[in-house]
């Protein structure tokens, strides 16, 4: 039995991110992914994105959120997202905060 590796990714993204259905898209796509977390608005215009789950999964979300342009339709602009990683906390669901 192949045992996979989980993670925590904190990832603070920067650009036109706030007002344009991003959280929404990206509680889309982690889910889809199998993630949980969520995606909230901060009072400097950034969007902070925790995601729980296979370290195989968190980098496809990862890669989603960096992709330029984007082909996955994302909605707003994405000038930079700043990852960081640390151990799961065991969080359920993906919410929009």
Request: aromatic share 12%.
């Given at each position: 039995?192949?045992?996979?590796?989980?993670?925590?990714?904190?990832?603070?993204?920067?650009g036109h991110v706030q007002g344009v259905g991003?959280?929404?898209?990206?509680r889309s796509r982690a889910l889809e992914l199998g993630?949980?977390?969520?995606?909230?608005?901060?009072?400097?215009?950034?969007?902070?994105?925790v995601a729980e789950g296979e370290q195989v999964d968190v980098d496809?979300?990862?890669a989603l959120l960096e992709e330029q342009p984007s082909t996955?339709?994302?909605?707003?602009?994405v000038r930079a997202v700043v990852p960081q990683?640390?151990?799961?906390r065991g969080?359920?669901?993906f919410e929009e905060r």
């Open positions: 039995m192949v045992r996979m590796s989980t993670t925590r990714m904190t990832a603070f993204v920067t991003f959280r929404w898209w990206t993630l949980a977390g969520y995606a909230k608005n901060l009072s400097d215009g950034r969007v902070e994105v496809k979300l990862l996955a339709k994302r909605p707003g602009e990683y640390s151990e799961p969080a359920a669901g």
